[in-house]
């Protein structure tokens, strides 16, 4: 009796440890989202100056029946510096150099998309949100002080006082960054976007789901229908099982060192990325594909095989359609897998800078998470609202994929 009570005890103190160990991991998983979470939610606002635009002919070097490509390639400096003056007046050099650093840099941009999709506007004058710079957008989200001295801050007391003046004209305001979702990166925290990295992770994860999984379904068949079992097999096997635990930066080097060292391939391309990620899911997608295959019950083998149909179409026309969620599963388990990777990316060159939105395998780009490890490394307060959007939407993704997994496995399987 006494025995009996000390186990149940010692029961009730093991679920009570569990417990608390379960609750305390979701603890610091809150505390970790809550993190990433409030500090991402500002990269999705961006702070805008309403300011008054005259397009003036003389300072514009197209026309009306200017081509939008002349309009995209001609300069607007000139034009921004007079709307300065303009919005202004009577500023000493000094003084213009601050204001105008109110404004993001390429504020003369936004003034040329305006004149692309509306050229007739030359020679108006329009009311337009312009972009403000990072430093005055994270003064108006409060991210950085206003009461420590001048000479600690970036935004100094003259151009406080603008800003105040602004606001007290209803002509500070916020606005939906679109920007992050539209643009590539930029050395200015505002205008820079992550759609640069989205394209180049979508391209390496088209070429890395058309190579690994036919390669890793063909090669889990025939270790699993066609190959006896002996030491050749066992051999495979293990070292199937070893790839699968190696470090990924060891995929970067064989990346590396064979397509771009011995095959000649181009550096920093999505297309020798998407291969590289390619040979990591590999052994994942072998792995799902061998233990669904053996879940086929042997009675749909012999059931085919006994109304004369060939060892070759047994395993094609009814075990692998059979297999296939638990092939699918893996594909998109392993593709989640890689998604997230940074250093197969880095030896391959996919972690550089890359202004240009990428269109296409063999363009100069790099990936989210490589994005996400650029930001992180940037100095600018407005750098680490786009590191945390960009973790964001990156365990979107992630949860994204995972979720479909996991819907396949239950549309499409078959219980026995």
């Keep these: 009796m006494i025995d009996l009570q000390k186990r149940l005890k010692a029961e009730r103190r093991f679920k009570y440890i569990a417990l608390s160990a379960l609750l305390l991991s979701l603890f610091f998983v809150l505390i970790l989202m809550f993190k990433i979470f409030s500090t991402g939610s500002g990269a999705f606002i961006r702070t805008t100056i309403n300011t008054n635009v005259y397009f003036d002919p003389s300072f514009i070097t197209v026309t009306e029946e200017s081509s939008k490509k002349e309009i995209m390639k001609a300069s607007y400096v000139k034009l921004a510096d007079e709307i300065i003056n303009q919005n202004f007046p009577n500023l000493e050099e000094d003084n213009f150099r601050l204001v105008r650093g109110m404004y993001t840099r390429k504020f003369d941009y936004q003034l040329r998309d305006y004149i692309a999709n509306k050229p007739d506007i030359i020679g108006q004058t329009v009311e337009i949100n312009l972009t403000a710079s990072s430093d005055l957008d994270q003064i108006v989200k409060g991210n950085y002080p206003r009461d420590v001295p001048e000479a600690q801050r970036k935004i100094n007391d003259y151009q406080l006082n603008i800003l105040d003046s602004l606001d007290a004209q209803d002509r500070i305001s916020s606005t939906f960054n679109f920007w992050f979702f539209t643009n590539a990166d930029s050395r200015d925290p505002e205008t820079a976007g992550i759609l640069g990295g989205l394209m180049g992770s979508l391209y390496a994860l088209m070429i890395c789901f058309s190579f690994a999984f036919p390669v890793g379904v063909l090669a889990s068949v025939y270790l699993e229908e066609f190959v006896k079992p002996g030491r050749w097999a ?133 990936g989210l998470p490589s994005q996400i490890y650029l930001w992180s490394e940037s100095a600018e307060r407005g750098f680490l609202e786009k590191t945390s959007a960009g973790i964001m939407l990156l365990l979107t993704f992630l949860i994204f994929m995972n979720a479909t997994a996991v819907l396949i496995r239950k549309k499409l399987e078959v219980k026995w």
Excluded: C, W
């Excluded at 590396?256 to 997608?285: A, D, E, K, R, S």
């Excluded at 998109?332 to 890689?338: R, S």
């Excluded at 880095?346 to 972690?351: D, E, K, N, R, S």
């Design 234 to 366: 066992d051999f495979i096997e293990v070292n199937i099982n070893n790839l699968a635990a190696v470090p990924s930066i060891v995929f970067g080097l064989l990346g590396l060192g064979m397509l771009i060292g011995v095959l000649g391939m181009p550096y920093q391309v999505p297309l020798v990325g998407g291969l590289v990620l390619g040979f990591m899911t590999l052994p994942t997608i072998i792995i799902a594909t061998r233990a669904s295959l053996r879940g086929v019950p042997p009675s749909i083998r012999e059931g085919a095989l006994a109304v004369g149909a060939t060892k070759m179409q047994t395993v094609f026309h009814h075990v692998i359609p059979l297999s296939m969620p638990g092939s699918l599963t893996g594909a998109i388990i392993g593709m989640a897998q890689a998604l997230g990777e940074t250093a197969p990316l880095l030896m391959i060159g996919m972690v550089a800078f890359v202004m240009e939105i990428p269109g296409g395998a063999l363009d100069p780009a790099t």
